[in-house]
Each structure stands twice: as structure tokens, then as C-alpha cells.
């Protein structure tokens, strides 16, 4: 992401597509690592206002 933004910030133009899962807003004991992976990925795609 950090260096797709640095393209797109002079062009002005551009998406950033990240794929997570449902699994990063609900959880199932025992998958903590995956649960945090997808959760870190979930927040970090979050449209900053």
C-alpha cells in the first residue's frame, strides 16, 4: 500500500483493494493469530475521515 500511494498521489487517481474476511470482526477460540491478522487488515483498509 505504502508504495501504490506514492504512484497514486501525483496522478490523483487509484484504488487500493485489500481482502480479508468476516473473521476479523468475529471470532472462534482457538485462531487468535488469524483472527488478529484479518482484524489488522480490516482496520488498516478503513477509509480515514
Given at each position: 500500500m505504502r508504495e501504490a500511494v506514492r504512484v497514486?498521489?501525483?496522478l490523483k487517481s487509484g484504488s487500493v483493494i485489500n481482502i480479508s474476511s468476516i473473521w476479523?470482526?468475529?471470532a472462534v477460540a482457538g485462531a487468535h493469530s488469524y483472527h488478529a491478522?484479518?482484524?489488522?487488515?480490516?482496520?488498516m483498509s478503513k477509509?480515514?475521515?
Open positions: 497514486m498521489r501525483p476479523g470482526s468475529a491478522a484479518k482484524g489488522a487488515v480490516r482496520n477509509k480515514q475521515r
